[in-house]
């Protein structure tokens, strides 16, 4: 190590800006190598370098300040090779701010009867060619994401469904943990990447306490929670992830991974969670639905077609400032440019939604937020039971009003 590098500043630095004073949410600021990030954050989803239907330079005037990207797909197409000759994804897709890369372990559940998991590793069929084979171990899952050049990058871990039960729960936790350890020592660029260990242990809160025991004994800048949002049932969601967050640091950043619905991100801010992402935003849109504070609307429906209001009046996404309702009703899902259009305005309200955050948890407002967010999505009754409890569980009570 040369006496520049053992001076130079480390590659991530959070600082809790703001915390509210009746629940786990919090304000921070996360500086990357790219650019800071203002956390809670939602990340957008390019899982090959791109948003579908959303350019670069449109998610620069939305102010994304950090997206993310998949190793295992990045890492066979287009491969490392390109990569490391464009020097990493960042020249690539042409992306001057942060990028978070996923390990490659989702693929464990996503595509399980193509994967075979051992201690070794992953040993992947591709989808794109079956008979091409290729062994992802946690090891290579870091050299790749070493050429992909993220300024996040996560461990693989072993990942099973929520619904799991059994001594596979507990061996793929314990397996976890030992690959933190393998992917840290394999770790060539610590000096401008930072690894998040993720917290496993499925639904089983005392795997999940053990996990975060042995993985906070490790010399990381952040950590993930992960293996939620697979098919559990809401209540062991948030109660999972107010296990996690009651145990992770103050001091560091915690990411929820794969979750991207509005309620599930008002919930969790209050549980204390700093990071997000999801393909929700994006992914609907390709069906012609667009996202608001009172529930998402299907621009297919006929209700729309005379309708010359923008998809969201409060909204300054390029979208609703140019398009009505009306207009993209005729092109949703029968022009490709309507699932462009719908998904700038998708990730601008997402964006939008954790601003709004931000600026209730700084001005120690932030129940009475969480309060009008679900009077307005849920007006003149209650949320969900999981909601109310989740919520209850850090100070907020949700009521209806008394119309009488």
């Keep these: 190590m040369t006496a520049a ?29 790219h650019s800071h990030v203002d956390t809670p954050v939602f990340m957008p989803v390019g ?7 959303i350019l670069p330079d449109q998610l620069l005037t939305l102010n994304c300040q950090i997206l993310l990207g998949n190793t295992y797909h990045l890492g066979l197409r287009p491969g490392t090779e390109v990569l490391k000759k464009v020097g990493g994804l960042h020249k690539f897709m042409g992306w001057p701010r942060n990028i978070l890369t996923d390990s490659g372990g989702f ?23 079956e008979s091409n084979e ?31 039960t059994g001594p596979r729960v507990e061996e793929a936790m314990h397996r976890t943990i030992r690959w933190i350890d393998r992917c840290l020592e394999a770790n060539e660029r610590d000096h401008d990447q930072n690894i998040f260990p993720i917290v496993q242990g499925g639904l089983n809160p005392e795997l999940r306490k053990q996990c975060v025991a042995e993985l906070t004994k490790r010399a990381v800048r952040g950590f993930a929670v992960g293996g939620l949002s697979g098919g559990e049932s809401k209540d062991d969601f948030w109660k999972t992830v107010h296990v996690c967050t009651d145990l992770l ?29 999801c393909v929700f935003p994006t992914r609907t849109a390709r069906f012609g639905c667009a996202l608001l504070h009172s529930g998402q609307i299907n621009l297919k429906n006929k209700q729309f077609e005379k309708d010359f209001r923008p998809i969201d009046e ?64 849920y007006p003149g009754e209650l949320p969900p039971g999981w909601v109310c409890d989740a919520l209850k569980a850090v100070g907020i009570e949700l009521t209806v009003e008394n119309k009488s």
Excluded: W
Aim: negative net charge; contains cysteine; proline residues 4%.
């Design 5 to 33: 590098t053992a001076t130079k500043a480390p590659p991530l630095a959070y600082q809790v800006m703001a915390k509210c004073s009746t629940t786990k949410a919090r304000v921070g600021n996360l500086v990357l190598p």
């Design 47 to 53: 899982t090959q370098g791109t948003l579908k239907g």
């Design 107 to 129: 693929q464990m559940v996503s595509l399980l009867d193509l994967a075979e998991i051992t201690e070794e590793g992953v040993k992947f069929r591709s989808p794109y060619d």
């Design 134 to 164: 290729c062994m992802l171990t946690p090891e290579h899952s870091i050299q790749i994401q070493n050429v992909i050049g993220a300024d996040i990058i996560m461990q693989l871990d072993d990942v099973v469904k929520t619904t799991t």
């Design 249 to 277: 640091p103050d001091d560091k950043p915690r990411y929820l991974m794969g979750v991207g619905f509005a309620e599930d991100l008002v919930v969790c801010v209050a549980l204390g969670i700093d990071m997000f992402d």
């Design 314 to 377: 409060d909204c300054t996404c390029s979208t609703c400032t140019t398009y009505t309702r009306a207009y993209l009703h005729n092109i949703a899902t029968v022009e490709s440019v309507s699932s462009s259009l719908i998904s700038i305005h998708n990730v601008a309200y997402q964006l939008r939604l954790m601003r709004e955050m931000r600026e209730a948890i700084h001005k120690n407002c932030f129940p009475d937020y969480v309060r009008g967010f679900f009077k307005t999505l």
